[in-house]
């Protein structure tokens, strides 16, 4: 049992790093909240002073805030269902005795480990290219016009980019869930009679519930500020604008730091919205 001085030595060699951690979040926050309330342009006169709210009104106002959430909004749930629903199979798929399984796990984790600027730039430039692209070609084999992907389905091939790189992640989680799952309770379930699909239902599925929770929840906090694979592909454009490339034209295109500002404080409590909603709706499975 630690004693009081045994944990007021823990305190003290923990202090360092939570201090460094504390400031590195913190600073940027005030930096951000600061900066919000003050009309700063760089470039065009800089500092004028104080405006108050009105950064944030004019943000809200902006014709482009609301698409920019529903944009965001719709990437994160789509990639959300994609990677949960395959995570799953591939999890339940890798689990099973096959030739070459460490081989086969290892290219199937791979794409998590690629940047978000190269992986997009290559599905851009080899897949969804409409002239040279892996895609275009299986159109023209079929008959078929090929599809412009990121000007005519440019939400949902931002979407299929995402997924193919969070879907590694989704998988590992899910594959280590199933490998914990006890053997006996799916071998008395087939002595049993039950199916392969009651099996699943009643048994896997609830045991996994707890590992696609911490998976929904972490995929939820990096997809909320997805950028890199939106600034290489479209450019924001075709309804691809998410907050957060919205905050990027406001303070670099437009050099508009006080309103770019404000439009991070309204990121910030967007992801808080969602965290909570998240946590109460999801998040229980990890008190069962």
Do not use: C
Not at 106 to 116: D, E, K, Q, S
């Amino acid at each position: 049992m630690a004693t009081q001085h045994s944990r007021s030595a823990a305190r003290i060699m923990m202090a360092p790093a939570v201090i460094l951690l504390l400031g590195w979040m913190l600073v940027p926050l005030t930096m951000t909240l600061y900066f919000s309330f003050k009309k700063y342009l760089p470039l065009r006169g800089g500092d004028l002073g104080w405006v108050g709210f009105d950064n944030y009104a004019r943000f809200l106002s902006s014709s482009a805030f609301w698409p920019s959430v529903q944009a965001t909004l719709v990437i994160v749930g789509g990639v959300l269902a994609i990677t949960v629903i395959l995570g799953v199979f591939l999890a339940l798929l890798l689990n099973q005795p096959m030739w070459g399984q460490g081989i086969v796990r290892i290219l199937v984790i791979a794409p998590f480990f690629v940047m978000p600027t190269v992986s997009a730039l290559v599905w851009k430039n080899m897949f969804m290219d409409p002239v040279n692209g892996l895609f275009a070609h299986l159109w023209k084999a079929f008959g078929a016009e090929p599809v412009s992907w990121l000007s005519e389905a440019s939400l949902q091939s931002i979407i299929l980019i995402v997924s193919w790189q969070w879907l590694p992640f989704a998988t590992l989680i899910l594959l280590t869930a199933i490998q914990s799952l006890d053997s006996e309770q799916l071998e008395a379930a087939e002595m049993d009679g039950a199916p392969p699909v009651a099996r699943f239902g009643y048994i896997t599925l609830p045991h996994l519930s707890r590992a696609i929770t911490v998976v929904v929840l972490i995929q939820t906090i990096f997809l909320l500020s997805i950028f890199a694979e939106i600034f290489v592909t479209t450019q924001g454009s075709f309804g691809t604008k998410t907050l957060t490339y919205l905050i990027y034209q406001r303070v670099l295109e437009s050099q508009n730091v006080g309103l770019g500002s404000a439009g991070g404080v309204y990121a910030i409590i967007l992801a808080n919205i969602v965290a909570i909603f998240l946590m109460r709706i999801v998040g229980k499975n990890l008190d069962a």
